[in-house]
């Protein structure tokens, strides 16, 4: 099994910052990538970002490009999300998950989750 636990959501102003964490426990070794994905109330969860363990590549939505960043750290198997420039458009619950192949912007395709941080921005 694996355990995904998400961290450092919460209320900032339009044109702020905040870094998500998300520190993966239990079986990672066989785990392709990682990514985060959000969900805003009424909407379909979307694909945000993803990054390959090895080598480092990383994907993401155009709707975040040049604004957000994702980074891994493979001694703690630990990977963030850089939020810059935020927009209210971007208050979702963000969710990371794990891939041991498959699509990368494809949410069915990952196999464990997260529990989940909000993340609100006001206008």
């Known amino acids: 099994q694996v355990q995904l636990v998400e961290s450092g959501g919460g209320l900032v102003q339009a044109g702020g910052s905040l870094r998500l964490s998300c520190a993966a426990s239990?079986?990672?070794?066989?785990?392709?990538?990682m990514g985060w994905f959000r969900q805003a109330p009424g909407k379909e969860r979307e694909f945000v970002a993803t990054?390959?363990?090895?080598?480092?590549?990383?994907s993401y939505a155009d709707s975040v490009k040049g604004r957000f960043t994702i980074s891994g750290d493979n001694a703690k198997n630990t990977v963030y999300l850089q939020m810059n420039s935020l927009k209210p458009e971007d208050t979702a619950v963000y969710y990371c998950?794990?891939?041991?192949?498959?699509?990368?912007?494809?949410?069915?395709?990952?196999?464990?989750w997260g529990q989940g941080t909000q993340v609100t921005v006001s206008s």
């Open positions: 998950a794990l891939r041991s192949g498959g699509r990368y912007y494809a949410w069915n395709d990952y196999d464990y």
């Open positions: 990054i390959r363990w090895s080598g480092g590549s990383t």
């Open positions: 239990g079986r990672t070794f066989s785990s392709h990538a």
